[in-house]
């Protein structure tokens, strides 16, 4: 700790009284940086296992959905998670039992799993640029269980497995739906046993998953589609695990995977986090990490008492605490992507025809898998709505303004939080801020090159995405107003006024 002089009092006095002028106004003072920080590459989430229900909503529900979901007028996601079904065998759950492509060795049925493949198309349509093709499991004929859950994978079969993905993704590829990555052993740390099992899953263990990658490396490179489609591995479900794992396979094939991705069901703390991102930079430089799926957490505004829970929460609350998940991943570990779980949800918890406050109200029955969900009774009571959570309206500020080839700059100085950042592309900067406490507050920025406010967008409990007022301008610096619990993006053209 330093020794005061007498002069350094005095100017601690003044910056104190400076202090107190800006915290009784409600103003605080921060910088956007001139360097960028990562360069983002998708905001998305998954095609599972809704779209085996969705398919059989009518037509104009289907593109309303899909409209929801990949255009800029909804969510406005640029990353995309086909499912790659195992067929379902033993998965008690129809809903989460996709077909599969799957018949013999090199035979396939390419009119298996309509529905899935219709939610891919719309999204391929719609210009989503990050499209990976994930399974939960191999299919039953390549299980040590003959199943697609309740087993692992059994060692010898690398080859014969990365041969059906690869013949999947070249299948898709040649019908003009860009599929650039693909993830082979998604949760690879369970079987999702006993059977009869609530989803598919395939146990690999780590002394396996090098074997899964070089098969799938291998039959890509055979197909001429080793450099343009890239793997992803190995889907833990936590940090811990995926850390604690590396070790026993990943350094026999680091240079055959695309990014290491990894779920969060750890809830990380930010030190956990931070831990993890370095250690593995340092063990693997160069490769990126990323987030490729999370869901299921009550918890407050701040993402204090997150948790893997169950609860269904629509509120402001809810959709606060996820957000500050996005940027922990954006902001604090400087991930470039980020995919939330399944998208669409019919864990509402309560019935929509029999309880009209059952899609608006929190309950302890449902769960917090989806943005956008509907009644898993639709086809016994003909019920096709789509309830949208708040939470969609605060995914949509990351889904519209964090687009692939857009760059992080950091908010930094004294009274910048661990929620906001800065977005660049060509033409505009995006300040993405979120102000969890119940006071409103004001934000003072100021930019390393000229500016100028456009428009800006907030979801409050009140307001959902809202077009509020741009930011104000007073000699250098802007003025963002912060509105208690509230999610903000203020929009700035690259050019003075
Ligand atoms: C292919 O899958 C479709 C859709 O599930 C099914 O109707 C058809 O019978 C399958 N064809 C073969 C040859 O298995
Ligand atoms: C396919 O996707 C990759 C990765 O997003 C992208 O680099 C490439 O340009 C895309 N190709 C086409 C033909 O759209
Ligand atoms: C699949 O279910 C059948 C019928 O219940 C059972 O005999 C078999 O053991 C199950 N397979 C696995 C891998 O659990
Ligand atoms: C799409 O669904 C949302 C949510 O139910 C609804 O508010 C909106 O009106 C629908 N749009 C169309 C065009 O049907
Ligand atoms: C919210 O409160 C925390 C703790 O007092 C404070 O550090 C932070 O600056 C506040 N955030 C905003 C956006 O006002």
């Not at 202090?19 to 605080?28: E, S």
């Not at 939470?391 to 687009?403: D, S």
Request: aromatic share 12%; with cysteine.
């Amino acid at each position: 700790m330093a020794v005061h002089t007498p002069r350094e009092n005095l100017w601690d006095v003044l910056l104190g009284l400076a202090w107190v002028l800006f915290t009784t106004t409600g103003a605080k003072a921060a910088a956007v940086s001139a360097t960028p920080a990562q360069t983002f590459t998708g905001i998305g989430g998954s095609g599972a296992w809704w779209p085996n229900d969705l398919w059989h909503f009518p037509e104009t529900t289907r593109q309303n959905l899909s409209s929801l979901l990949f255009s800029p007028s909804g969510l406005g996601l640029s990353s995309y998670r086909y499912n790659v079904g195992a067929g379902g065998v033993n998965v008690s759950n129809p809903t989460r039992a996709p077909e599969t492509f799957y018949v013999s060795p090199g035979v396939y049925n390419f009119s298996a799993d309509p529905q899935g493949v219709y939610f891919l198309n719309e999204a391929a349509k719609r210009g989503v640029a990050s499209i990976t093709a994930f399974a939960n499991s191999a299919p039953p004929r390549l299980t040590s269980g003959g199943a697609s859950c309740n087993g692992q994978f059994v060692n010898g079969n690398g080859n014969a497995y990365g041969t059906f993905l690869s013949d999947v993704v070249a299948h898709f590829r040649s019908g003009g739906i860009n599929i650039s990555l693909i993830s082979p052993m998604n949760e690879p740390d369970s079987t999702f046993g006993p059977s009869p099992c609530g989803q598919e899953g395939m146990q690999v263990m780590p002394s396996q998953r090098a074997e899964v990658v070089n098969g799938l490396w291998n039959a890509l490179s055979a197909r001429g589609l080793a450099s343009t489609v890239g793997i992803l591995a190995d889907e833990s479900s936590s940090l811990g695990n995926a850390g604690n794992e590396y070790s026993a396979w990943l350094p026999q094939v680091i240079d055959k995977v695309a990014a290491l991705v990894h779920h969060t069901y750890d809830f990380p703390s930010d030190a956990s986090y931070t831990s993890y991102v370095t250690n593995t930079n340092k063990q693997f430089p160069g490769k990126q990490t990323w987030m490729s799926e999370i869901c299921c957490s009550l918890g407050n505004a701040d993402g204090t008492g997150k948790g893997y829970t169950q609860g269904y929460d629509p509120t402001i609350k809810n959709a606060l605490m996820f957000s500050s998940l996005v940027f922990q991943s954006l902001v604090l570990v400087n991930e470039p992507h980020y995919d939330f779980w399944t998208l669409v949800s019919n864990g509402l918890g309560c019935s929509p025809l029999n309880n009209p406050s059952c899609a608006t109200n929190a309950n302890s029955n449902g769960w917090n898998d989806g943005l956008i969900y509907y009644d898993g009774s639709y086809a016994g009571n003909g019920n096709f709505q789509l309830y949208i959570k708040k939470q969609f309206w605060t995914y949509k500020h990351f889904g519209n303004f964090v687009k692939p080839g857009s760059q992080r700059r950091a908010i930094t100085g004294s009274d910048a939080t661990k929620f906001m950042m800065g977005v660049t592309d060509s033409s505009n900067f995006y300040v993405i801020a979120m102000n969890p406490n119940t006071t409103d507050s004001t934000l003072t920025l100021t930019f390393p090159e000229s500016v100028c406010a456009t428009e800006a967008h907030r979801t409050s409990a009140s307001e959902d995405f809202a077009s509020i007022a741009a930011a104000t301008q007073s000699g250098s610096s802007w003025s963002l107003p912060l509105k208690g619990t509230s999610l903000n993006t203020y929009i700035f053209a690259r050019r003075s006024c």
